[in-house]
C-alpha cells in the first residue's frame, strides 16, 4: 500500500520548495559583450564570462563593433559547436554617422570565418543592430540614401539645411548565407513605401496623418546632426532589431522620434512594398508603434513615453513576462518593460482617435545612466539584464530592483552597446529521460512540482513523476523531486499568475492548483 498524500503535507512542501527557489537570486550563466573602445580598425576582441568573470570563451576582432555579437546554436549541440555573429565597421564611401556598422561576419567557437556579409555602398549603409533568425538567416537595419529631389517629390517639406542636401531613408533586410561564404538578400522591407504627409497636396503620399497610424508622416523628425561623422543625413536611426517567432514580426527602434515599430515578417518582399497581404493582412504597414504618439498626431506630451531609447526586445516565451517589451530608455536613464495591446494570434489593438497603449510600464530598473546605446534583457528566472554603455557597466537586477552582479570593463575610453546572458547548458541540449522533468522541458524547477502535484491529486499515473521507480505516485516522489531542485539542478520559474514579479501570492496561486480537486 502507498502513503497517501496529505494536503497539509503538501502544503508544507511547496511552501518549502518555492523559498528555496526563490533565495537564488543570481542567474546562473555566461555573459556576451564586445568592449567598443573607440572602434574603427585595431585589435577588439569579444568576451564570454562566467558569474566570476572569468572567461569562458573570447574572439578577436580585426574591426571595431557597430554594436553587440550573438550566439546560436550550430549544426551539434553543445558550446563547443555554437556560431559567434559579430556586426562590425566598415568605412562608408558616403554615408557616416554614430552607430556604423557596414558587415558582419559569423565564427566558429575557435574563431575560424563561416562567412560574412557587407552592406557598405553608396546607396546603403547597415548600421547598429543585427538580428539572427531560426532559420539561419541574419536581418540587417540600413540607411537608405534619397536626395533632395526624391525627399520633396514624396512630401518633406524641408531638410533643415542639412549640409549634405540629403536625407537618409531606413530599410531592413534579410541575407542568406549562400554557401559561398557571403550572403544574399531574400527578403526586404523599405520606410519609404510607408509614408503619409499633409503639408503638400500636390507630393506624393498626401492623406490626413492622424488617420492613419500604421504609415510614417516624412515630415516628422529632424535631418542630420549629433553623434560622430559629422555632416549626415541620419533621419530616423533605428538603433536596434529584434525578432518573434510566434507571431513572424520584427521590431525596430528609432532614437530620432522616440518610438519602437513593429511590422509583418510573413510578407514576401513584394507584400512588404505595399499596404496588403501577410499574415496580418497590412503589408510592410506598421502592425503596431508605441513611445510618441504626437508622431502621428494623436496623443500629448503625458503620452510622450520614450526619450533616445535603445534595446527594444521581446520578452521570450516561458521567461517571466513573456510577449511584453523590454527596452533601455535612456531619457529617463532606466530599463522598462511594458505590455502591448495584443490579442492571441498576434493582432494589436487601437481605439479610433486614439494613441496607441499602453499608458503605464509594469517595470522598470534602478537608475543607470548612459546617453548613446544601453540594453535590457529579461532572464530565465525574472532577474534583468541592463547595460549601461557609457561607463563599460553591466548589472543584473532581480524584479525588486536588487543588484545581484556587476561588471565594469577596465579602460578609459571602454564602452559597452549591449551585453546578453545565456544559461550554462542553453546550447547543451536536452537530456532525454530526465527524472522527474515532468513538463520535458530541460529543466528541473517549480514547474514539475506543480505537474507531479496535479497527478497526484487526479489518481493519475506517468512513468515521468515516479521519481523513486515503485510504481505509485505519492508523497514520497514529491520528497524526491524537491530534493532534486534543492541539488540545484533548477532555474526559478514560479510566477504563477504572471504579474511579473514572485511574490507570496505564487505561494498561494500555487497551493490553491495542488488543493484543487
Not at 537618409?168 to 534579410?174: H, T
Not at 531609447?309 to 521581446?314: A, D, L, V
Request: proline share 4%; aromatic share 10%.
Amino acid at each position: 500500500m502507498g502513503i497517501h498524500l496529505s494536503k497539509n503535507i503538501t502544503i508544507v512542501i511547496i511552501f518549502w520548495a518555492s523559498s528555496l527557489l526563490l533565495s537564488q537570486e543570481v542567474f546562473e550563466g555566461y555573459t556576451l559583450f564586445t568592449p567598443g573602445e573607440g572602434g574603427g580598425s585595431g585589435s577588439y576582441t569579444t568576451y564570454l564570462k562566467d558569474n566570476n568573470l572569468n572567461n569562458i570563451q573570447t574572439w578577436s576582432h580585426s574591426r571595431g563593433p557597430a554594436s553587440m555579437p550573438y550566439l546560436i546554436a550550430g549544426d551539434e549541440t553543445g558550446w563547443e559547436n555554437t556560431l559567434l555573429i559579430y556586426p562590425y565597421r566598415v568605412n562608408n564611401p558616403t554615408m557616416e554617422a554614430g552607430g556604423v556598422g557596414g558587415a558582419f561576419e559569423v565564427l566558429t567557437w575557435d574563431g575560424e570565418l563561416v562567412w560574412e556579409y557587407e552592406l557598405s555602398n553608396n546607396n546603403y549603409q547597415h548600421h547598429h543592430d543585427i538580428e539572427p533568425l531560426p532559420n539561419g538567416n541574419i536581418l540587417m537595419i540600413a540607411w537608405e540614401k534619397k536626395t533632395a529631389l526624391e525627399a520633396y517629390a514624396a512630401g518633406r517639406s524641408s531638410l533643415n539645411e542639412n549640409p549634405l542636401n540629403q536625407m537618409w531613408s531606413s530599410a531592413i533586410f534579410e541575407i542568406q548565407n549562400n554557401g559561398n561564404e557571403g550572403g544574399e538578400v531574400v527578403w526586404e522591407w523599405h520606410l519609404w513605401d510607408h509614408l503619409i504627409q499633409d503639408a503638400d497636396s500636390n507630393a506624393d503620399n498626401y492623406g490626413v496623418v492622424g488617420n492613419h497610424p500604421e504609415l510614417f508622416d516624412i515630415n516628422c523628425g529632424w535631418i542630420g546632426g549629433g553623434g560622430p561623422g559629422g555632416a549626415n543625413a541620419d533621419w530616423m536611426h533605428l538603433n536596434t532589431i529584434s525578432y518573434n517567432a510566434e507571431y513572424d514580426q520584427i521590431v525596430i527602434s528609432s532614437h530620432r522620434v522616440d518610438e519602437i515599430f513593429v511590422i509583418d515578417h510573413s510578407t514576401t518582399t513584394e507584400e512588404a512594398a505595399g499596404h496588403d497581404g501577410g499574415n496580418y493582412g497590412k503589408g510592410g504597414d506598421f502592425l503596431y508603434r508605441w513611445g510618441n504618439p504626437q508622431n502621428y498626431d494623436r496623443g500629448n506630451n503625458s503620452d510622450h513615453h520614450l526619450g533616445d531609447q535603445h534595446s527594444i526586445n521581446w520578452i521570450p516565451e516561458g521567461y517571466p513576462g513573456q510577449g511584453n517589451f523590454i527596452l533601455f530608455n535612456n531619457e529617463e536613464n532606466e530599463a522598462i518593460e511594458f505590455v502591448p495591446p495584443i490579442d492571441e494570434d498576434g493582432f494589436y489593438f487601437i481605439e479610433d482617435g486614439q494613441p496607441y497603449g499602453p499608458d503605464n510600464i509594469v517595470w522598470s530598473s534602478p537608475f543607470m545612466s548612459t546617453p548613446m546605446q544601453g540594453g535590457a534583457f529579461r532572464l530565465p528566472n525574472g532577474n534583468s539584464l541592463v547595460t549601461d554603455c557609457d561607463d563599460a557597466t553591466i548589472k543584473e537586477f532581480t524584479p525588486s530592483g536588487l543588484t545581484v552582479w556587476t561588471y565594469i570593463h577596465p579602460g578609459n575610453n571602454a564602452n559597452i552597446a549591449r551585453a546578453q546572458k545565456y544559461a550554462i547548458d542553453y546550447f547543451d541540449g536536452i537530456d532525454e529521460g530526465i527524472s522527474g522533468d515532468l513538463n520535458s522541458d530541460g529543466t528541473l524547477n517549480i514547474l514539475d512540482i506543480v505537474s507531479l502535484v496535479n497527478l497526484v491529486l487526479s489518481n493519475d499515473y506517468e512513468a515521468s513523476g515516479d521519481i523513486n521507480e515503485d510504481n505509485i505516485l505519492n508523497i514520497l516522489d514529491i520528497v524526491a523531486l524537491v530534493n532534486l531542485v534543492i541539488a540545484g539542478e533548477y532555474n526559478p520559474m514560479g510566477d504563477m499568475n504572471d504579474d511579473e514579479t514572485l511574490n507570496i501570492l505564487d505561494i498561494v496561486t500555487l497551493a490553491n492548483l495542488v488543493l484543487s480537486d
